[in-house]
């Protein structure tokens, strides 16, 4: 019970500084944000569990791997997210939106170095995890050739507990372990994502949630 006490403690002071770190960069934004200053800090993000107030509703599209995905504008880590009456005043579309985020995400991701992927064990199980860039090491399943470079081309679960998170698991590694340790992970993110596994399988990422796409299990030998 103190255990719990504790770790809720911490939680919820992290989410208090993340929050007062949000707004502070937010006050330093113009007013209004304008298209030419949001659009070489534009990301797409995985979206997060969410329903949107009457007149906030978030500029969202679904990424080829099938998840939903939303757009931020990057302060350091930090990202205020792009809604539809920003979106109109920008005189923008979806399609402009997403093609400048994900050019964006590219050239982001083609700086991180391998030697930030670190090693990780909980449960018994190893695994890699990375956290770059700030704030939105998820994104880069929405970039595959990222994902081979850092993490290598072979298969491999991909899991992301929550927008700052992206974790790879041995392909043979059980599915329930998989499965707990992700669950724990998402308990100490800012932004979890509660989202189903990806992989990487034959070269491509692929996502267990997306229509049409079976069971992991049913594609990889049962490994327990």
């Known amino acids: 019970m103190q255990v719990e006490i504790r770790t809720n403690f911490r939680r919820t002071a992290r989410i208090l500084k ?25 990301m797409p993000l ?12 978030r500029i969202r599209t679904v990424a080829d791997l099938g ?21 109109q005043r920008w005189e ?6 997403q093609m400048a985020a994900i050019e964006n995400l ?6 991180i170095q391998p030697t930030v992927v670190r090693h990780a064990v909980m449960s018994g199980r190893a695994f890699r995890m990375l956290q770059a860039p700030a704030g939105c090491a998820s994104s880069l399943l929405l970039v595959p050739e990222e994902i081979k470079r850092l993490f290598g081309p072979h298969d491999q679960i991909l899991a992301a507990p929550g927008r700052h998170t992206l974790v790879s698991f041995p392909v043979d590694a059980p599915t329930l372990a998989v499965a707990e340790i ?25 996502w267990e ?16």
């Not at 590219?106 to 700086?111: G, L, M, N």
């Not at 800012?190 to 189903?196: E, R, T, V, Y």
């Open 92 to 97: 923008c579309s979806v399609e402009q939106i």
């Open 67 to 87: 998840c939903a995905i939303e757009f931020g504008i990057d302060l350091g880590g930090h990202f205020p997210i792009v809604d539809r009456v920003v979106a």
């Open 209 to 224: 949630g997306s229509d049409g796409l079976d069971d992991l299990a049913d594609d990889w030998p049962d490994a327990g």
């Open 18 to 42: 993340d929050d007062r770190a949000f707004r502070r960069a937010a006050a330093k934004m113009p007013r209004p944000v304008s298209w030419d200053w949001a659009k070489p800090r534009l």
């Open 182 to 206: 992700v669950v724990d992970l998402e308990q100490s993110e800012l932004a979890p994502l509660f989202l189903d596994p990806f992989a990487m399988y034959d070269g491509e990422v692929i």
């Open 106 to 111: 590219a050239r982001r991701a083609s700086i």
């Open 46 to 57: 995985l979206a997060q569990p969410c329903i949107d107030l009457p007149g906030e509703e």
